[in-house]
C-alpha cells in the first residue's frame, strides 16, 4: 500500500536481463500464449549439500499511473547465488519503495542489504541474528546517504536458502509464500506476514510509539476518529488506517515497519525483520517472492495455483503479472508496480547427504 504521497510508476512491461535485478523492454505484454521471457534461457542453480536444485526467474512492471505516465519502477529486486562462495546459500529479495525517492531507496537497500549479509561472518552460524544486524545497519547506511528518506523509503522480503532451510526476513507488505502438495491438491502457505495497522499486535506498538492510526477520511474529518477498528485488508483496502505524528497529516504510512522513511521512525515505523525459518521437505513445490502489486487483489493460494499451471516460471511469471495488471484495472484506475520472482524446488528427496 505504500504511503499516503503514493509510489512512482510509469507504464511498460519489463524483465530481468541479469541477477542484479536490472531489466529490459521485451515489447508488447501479454498473459496469454508464450512468455515475455523467452529470449532468455531459464536459471538454475544447485544445492549440493542436498543434492537438489533451484529453477527460478524473475519480473519487474512498471505501474500505469494515467497522471503520471513517466513515473519511474520503484519496485527492484535481487538475485544473489552462492553466498560467500558457498554453493549452497543463495538469495532472493524484492524490495518496494514508496515516497518521492522511492526509488532510490529500493535500489539502495537492494545493494547495500545483500552485501552486508554477504560480508557477515556469522551468517552460517546464526542466520537470524545475521539478519537483523544487516537490515538495521542498511536502514542507518540509508539514514546517512545522500538519498532523503525523510519520506522515502522501501519495504523488503527476502528468502536466503542455506541448504534444505529458508530464512524468510520480511520488513513492510510485500510477501514470501511456499506451496506444498497435499495429496492431489497444492496448498500455500504465507511465509510472511503483513505488517500493517490491520494487525492488532502491531497498532499497539506504534501507538505506544506516539502513532496516530487513522484513515485519511478520519483525518480529512470525513469519518468518527473515535472509531480505532476497520476490519481487515480485503475489505477496508480502499482506505486503510496509517500512521500520522500528533497534530500533523504526514507520514501517512500505511505499514508499520519499513528500511527509510526517517520521518516515521519517530512514531514507531522500524526497520527490524520478522524472521520465519523453514526446513524443505519433498512436498514442498516452488516459493514464491513478490510485492504488494502481486497480492493486493490476488490471494496466496491463487496465486500458487496460477503458478502450478505452468512448467516454466517464466509462463507463470508472466502470467502473474498479466492477472494482477488485470485486476488493478478493474478495480483502480490506475497500477501498482509488479514484480515477482518464482523458485521451483527441483528433485529433494528425504536422502541424507553429507553435511555443509
Keep these: 500500500m505504500g504511503c499516503v504521497h503514493g509510489k512512482c510508476c510509469g507504464r511498460s512491461p519489463k524483465s530481468l536481463d541479469g541477477d542484479n535485478g536490472e531489466f529490459?523492454?521485451?515489447?508488447?505484454?501479454?498473459?496469454?500464449?508464450?512468455?515475455i521471457l523467452a529470449n532468455r534461457s531459464l536459471d538454475f542453480v544447485l544445492v549440493p549439500s542436498k543434492n537438489f536444485r533451484l529453477e527460478y526467474s524473475a519480473l519487474t512492471e512498471r505501474g500505469y499511473y494515467p497522471d503520471a505516465p513517466d513515473?519511474?519502477?520503484?519496485?527492484?529486486?535481487?538475485i544473489k547465488k552462492n553466498i560467500q562462495g558457498n554453493p549452497n546459500v543463495h538469495f532472493f529479495g524484492v524490495f518496494d519503495g514508496h515516497g518521492h525517492f522511492g526509488t532510490e531507496c529500493s535500489?539502495?537497500?537492494?545493494?547495500?542489504?545483500?552485501?552486508?549479509?554477504?560480508?557477515?561472518?556469522?551468517?552460517?552460524?546464526?542466520?537470524?541474528?545475521?539478519?537483523?544486524s544487516a537490515f538495521l545497519s542498511t536502514n542507518e547506511e540509508l539514514h546517512n546517504s545522500d538519498i532523503d528518506d525523510s519520506l522515502s523509503g522501501t519495504t523488503a522480503i527476502t528468502?536466503?536458502?542455506?541448504?534444505?532451510?529458508?530464512?524468510?526476513?520480511?520488513?513492510?507488505?510485500?510477501?514470501?509464500?511456499?506451496?506444498?502438495?497435499?495429496g492431489n491438491q497444492i496448498i500455500s502457505k504465507d511465509l510472511s506476514h503483513d505488517q500493517t495497522p490491520?494487525?492488532?499486535?502491531?497498532c499497539e506498538r506504534v501507538k505506544l510509539c506516539g502513532a496516530r492510526v487513522l484513515t485519511v477520511d478520519q483525518v480529512e474529518g470525513k469519518s468518527d476518529l473515535s472509531i480505532q477498528t476497520w476490519g481487515d485488508e480485503e475489505t477496508e483496502g480502499a482506505d486503510p488506517p496509517r500512521l500520522w505524528v500528533e497534530n500533523a497529516m504526514y507520514p501517512g504510512t500505511a505499514f508499520t515497519r519499513s528500511v527509510g522513511d526517517s520521518e516515521a521512525e519517530r512514531i514507531g515505523v522500524i526497520a527490524l525483520p520478522e524472521v520465519l525459518t523453514v526446513q524443505l521437505t519433498p512436498n514442498h513445490l516452488f516459493f514464491v517472492v513478490a510485492s504488494d502489486g502481486v497480492f493486493e487483489f490476488l490471494s496466496s493460494?491463487?496465486?500458487?495455483?496460477?503458478?502450478?499451471?505452468?512448467?516454466?516460471?517464466?509462463?507463470?511469471c508472466s502470467a502473474i503479472a498479466g492477472e494482477s495488471y488485470k485486476q488493478w484495472l478493474q478495480h483502480e484506475t490506475r497500477t501498482d508496480d509488479?514484480?515477482?520472482?518464482?523458485?521451483?524446488?527441483?528433485?529433494?528427496?528425504?536422502v541424507p547427504t553429507s553435511l555443509m
Design 198 to 202: 490491520f494487525r492488532e499486535d502491531e
Design 107 to 132: 535500489n539502495f537497500v537492494k545493494n547495500r542489504l545483500i552485501e552486508i549479509l554477504s560480508g557477515d561472518p556469522t551468517l552460517l552460524d546464526d542466520p537470524v541474528k545475521a539478519y537483523n
Design 301 to 316: 493460494q491463487t496465486v500458487v495455483e496460477m503458478v502450478s499451471r505452468y512448467t516454466d516460471p517464466r509462463d507463470a
Design 24 to 35: 529490459q523492454d521485451l515489447g508488447k505484454y501479454t498473459c496469454h500464449g508464450k512468455h
Design 71 to 78: 513515473k519511474k519502477n520503484q519496485d527492484s529486486f535481487c
Design 338 to 350: 509488479i514484480t515477482i520472482i518464482i523458485v521451483h524446488i527441483k528433485e529433494l528427496s528425504n
Design 159 to 182: 528468502v536466503l536458502v542455506i541448504g534444505d532451510k529458508l530464512y524468510v526476513a520480511n520488513v513492510g507488505d510485500s510477501r514470501a509464500v511456499i506451496a506444498s502438495k497435499d
